[in-house]
């Protein structure tokens, strides 16, 4: 790994917002070690949904979703599935004025995937008890995915570990057997837990059946941004070779969201306009970086 290319990205958005440009021109011609042997890196098993390929090469960028009505959502869509630099678009139904109505958000959905020209949707209702928009019960939460999965227009659907399991259960069959992949999360915005408690939720995820692992986390100091990044690689290496998706929120760690792979997380969240949680970086910004650190893991390949 080019050790300059590493302190440009830490230094460069650490900064967040007062990143400048001559600081992004600068990563983007760093030297990426082009005819070296490439980095030993260990990826995931990648699955293919639509033209996107997860777990393969540099890690895929989501920009999501925050409007709270249709006209709001829809021309977020448009941008998105415009922006050359968003690989798959998340349609956060939770900011939604109608969250819990399945028709209402099902039409409303099938809409957002004609505006974002092909890209894969990830559904989510991220729950006030995650951080999200609004509160919902377990069953309510699955009569709404049970709802939505037959509605036939999810390509990823985000369910939370956390809620009751046989409601998880439940969601994850329907979702397979209609195609759906699921992104199994967890959300933390208080702390980082210990390492090993990290790995035990990520290899929980993988025997409920999730097709990509994720988990989101709230660091207090550098070591707990090394925590969410060794638990990752140790999933990675020992136990699991799904897809996974990793992060440390808030400009601390803003590095977890770059350097993904790396440490074995193979999907990243970006924004255009307004972040739908703490430290996401300029998706445009995100993409330079990822395929900056992508050039000098691959050996220039």
Do not use: C, W
């Not at 009505?69 to 050359?84: D, F, H, T």
């Not at 008890?129 to 999810?154: C, N, R, V, W």
């Not at 208080?190 to 692992?213: S, Y």
């Not at 070591?223 to 060794?230: G, I, M, T």
Request: charged content about 20%; glycine content about 8%.
């Amino acid at each position: 790994m080019n050790n300059r290319i590493l302190m440009l990205a830490i230094s460069a958005f650490l900064a967040g917002p007062m990143l400048a440009a001559g600081t992004t021109d600068a990563l983007a011609a760093a030297p990426t070690s082009a005819g070296a042997a490439a980095v030993n890196v260990r990826h995931a098993q990648p699955f293919t949904i639509r033209n996107t390929v997860i777990g393969q090469g540099a890690p895929k960028t989501i920009v999501p979703t925050t409007g709270a009505n249709p006209q709001q959502v829809l021309e977020q869509a448009r941008v998105i599935g415009a922006n050359p630099d968003a690989d798959l678009i998340e349609f956060r139904i939770d900011y939604l004025d109608f969250a819990t109505d399945p028709a209402k958000v099902a039409a409303l959905g099938k809409q957002v995937a004609q505006a974002a020209k092909g890209k894969p949707m990830i559904l989510t209702f991220r729950t006030k008890a995650e951080g999200g928009a609004k509160p919902i019960s377990d069953a309510d939460y699955g009569k709404l995915y049970l709802a939505l999965i037959k509605a036939d227009f999810i390509d990823l659907l985000d369910v939370e570990m956390f809620r009751e399991q046989k409601v998880v259960e439940q969601v994850v069959a329907a979702a397979h057997k209609a195609g759906t992949r699921i992104v199994m999360s967890s959300h933390d915005f208080q702390a980082t837990p210990a390492t090993e408690e990290i790995v035990a939720r990520l290899r929980k995820q993988d025997a409920l059946g999730a097709d990509v692992l994720k988990i989101a986390v709230m660091p207090h100091n550098p070591a707990d941004v090394l925590r969410l990044l060794d638990a990752t690689e140790q999933v990675r290496a020992k136990y699991s070779l799904k897809p996974q998706l990793t992060m440390s929120m808030g400009g601390l760690g803003a590095i977890s969201r770059l350097s993904g792979e790396v440490f074995g997380s193979d999907m990243t969240f970006g924004m255009i306009g307004v972040p739908s949680a703490p430290g996401q970086v300029d998706v445009k910004q995100l993409r330079q970086v990822l395929d900056t650190i992508h050039a000098s893991v691959s050996g220039g390949k």
